[in-house]
């Protein structure tokens, strides 16, 4: 799902804008061309799939681009691509510098549209040597506001728009080019006690059963009083997301690993898309001030010792933010700052890619850190365990897995692990087996009940093309396509059908979360996948109202703090769907204190 490009190699955008620039440079003039007027079709080869535009041309200018067909993901790049847009024609250029965290879709819209107007005739060199900087569009022209929220991802958000609600002139600052963070690229299910779903399906839960199964699954390192005012407040969250921002969920239940029971929604298309879009329009409605491309770099203190400032960078410039009422901090966890990762656990060294976002760099918490605040749980950082083995993407296809339609076993065909274990339980596991990978195994009507080849379609056909995914007829042969031992594979899906029959897997039980159902017939998957940094439980300490503790456990005036930027709330480990939760309601939480 993720379009984050930062483990692919840095020399092909080099390379492709270095050449980009050399054809272009000489000219600077925009006059120079001489096109045949009229509507022409580009394409290039993004990160999923083929991007296609439709680019009018006039005799001597790029008059309009659309997006003709795109299998990017959408709530990043649409942004990327209307800022894109809006440069080449504003400025009649076409290099752009590679947009951190989308660069090869960057890549892709840049070298489609320069397919289509050398079709129409074009001479790119006479095309201005312009760099296009996808921040063209944000000015800084107010300064002074009743709120600053220190990132846009899901906890910003609804620290934003609760703050907007209750009153407040509210002021987001992003330092990526598009807010979204982890939450856009996550796949933002939410664990929600009672819900709507599982009333249907006659699932009995309740807020003290998820607070006894966050504790339980954080090894009850987690700090009781905020797991409390998370449980009691998932159900409100979920509804909060469903009833006042609009968020449609599909129509079925994930059942993540160490939960006791199924209970989590996830919003449609089965990623952050929907959430933060979803947001990003209500912070609109609200009349919310966004300043993208806006590092925040230090918090200060008046005389009165009350946090009031935020110092920020925005185009090589510095910038002072004063916050009359309040500030929080949303700015997510530090799983792509690898020296941090290897400073509180040597063991998160540069073998382990990362899900993460690449702005997932711990800067709130250094921030907070600055300023006295103290920090909690810094050691204990979670891996999910099945990743794309090449880059750390999270792979949702993975997910037939949660709905208890797969099996993981190794290289040499064997089981090793009780699939709906904790993540960090299956990573452990898998770490040990050969090659540090597992291999998921289902069939096809686990894939037609799960409908992860739809719901995730891109993502599917990019890993078919890829060989981390294989589909075959026969067991033997997606074993051997795959480089799993076919005989034993076949032993191991023997076994684990006469369990389903049984009712009882006597190798793992399974059973105890989920009844075991048969594989039937072909044809057949395997997925390889590694386990990758996900989550960083440990962070900023925080009391239930959200307000940023110093070393005496007392609060810092004026500082709230809200999401993975905090710690102590999942212990030694978050279970899937509880971090959505987490950020939501303590997001509200502080969106409503910072704004008293
Ligand atoms: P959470 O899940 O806690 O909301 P996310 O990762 O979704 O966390 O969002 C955190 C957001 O904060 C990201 O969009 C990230 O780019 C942004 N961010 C991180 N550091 C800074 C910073 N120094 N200034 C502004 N924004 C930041």
Redo the contacts with the bound molecule.
Sequence with gaps: MSVISRKRSLLLPILLIGLLLTVFTGCGKSGGQSMKPGTYEGEAEGMNGPLKVSVKVSEDKIEDIEILSSEETGALTEEVFRQLREGIIGQQGLTCDAVS?ASTTTEAYIQAVSDAVVKAGATLKNFKAVKLSLDDGVRIDRTDFDVIV?????????AAITAAENGADVLM????A???????I?GSAIAAPGNDLQKKEGIEDSADQLYEDILKGGDNKNDPELVRVLADGALPAYEWLRDDLGVKFEDHLLFFGGHSVKRSPVPLGGS?EETIRKMRAKAASLGITVYTG????ALVKDDAGKVSKVE?EHGGEQHVFTAKKGIVL????FGSNLEMRKKYDPSMDEKILST?????????IQ?AEMLGADLVDMQYIQTYPTCHPDTGRLLYVGDVRLMGRGILVNKEGNRFVEELERRDVISKATADQTGGCSYLFWDEDAMKDSKVGSIYKNEYNSLLKAGVLHKADSIEEVAEAAGVDPAQLQKTVDRFNGFAKAGVDEDFHYEKRKPPVAFTEGPYYIMRSKPAVHHTMGGIRINAEAQVLDKDGKPIQGLYA?????GHIHGTNRLGSV??A??VVF?RIAGKGASE
């Design positions: 965290g220190v990132g846009a991802g899901g906890a910003g958000y609804s600052l992003e330092k990526m598009v807010t979204g963070g982890n939450t856009l996550s952050g806006t590092k925040a770099t920020a949303a700015t997510g966890g993460d976002s690449v702005g997932t760099t711990g800067d709130g921030m809200a999401g993975e930027t905090t971090a959505i987490d950020i997001g």
